[in-house]
C-alpha cells in the first residue's frame, strides 16, 4: 500500500510512479538525481539495459517499489550541462534509438488511470520529431502508439513535419 510521506519543506512528493514519465514535471534536470544508496540498488538490479536510452526514467519507475520518491524544485549541484546540440541522449542523432526505448517503457507500464501522463509523454516525442521533419519508420511507430491509445496527432505537428520533408527535399 501507499506509504503518507511528510516532506521537508522545499521537497514534494511525487505522485505516482508514472510521474516518472510526465514532461511537465520536469524530474531530469541537469543535476540528475540523487537517491538513497538501498533503495538505488534494490531498483537498479530491476532496470531493463536493453533501454538504455531511456534508463533514467525506468529506474524512477522502479525506485516507487521502494518507497515514496520525493523531488527537489531547484537541483542540488550542477555538474555537467551538455552545450546546445551536444553529444547527450536526447540530441537529434540519438532521436531515433531514445523514441524506441521510451516507446517499449510506454507499452510496458502504461496504465490507464495515468492516461495524460503518458499521452504528454509521447505527444512530446511527436512535436520533437515533427520539428525535425523525420520520416520513416520511427515516426510511424510514435503515430501508431498515440492511435492504439486513441491519441490524436494535432493537425500543427503533421504539417510542421511535412514543411521540415518538403524543405529538406527539395531545398526549399
Known sequence: GERAVSPPSGWSVLPSAHAAFDPELSIFSPSGQVVRRDAGLAAGRRCDLSIAQAEDRHFVFELFGEGPVLTLAEPTARYLVHAKGGANMTSSARLDGHV????ALCRRHYDASADGVWQRFVMDYVYRYARTGTDGRVWRELTDEAGRRGW???AGYRLKRWRRI?????GL
Open 152 to 154: 490524436a496527432i494535432p
Open 100 to 103: 524506441r526505448d521510451v516507446l
Open 166 to 170: 518538403v524543405k529538406r527535399r527539395f
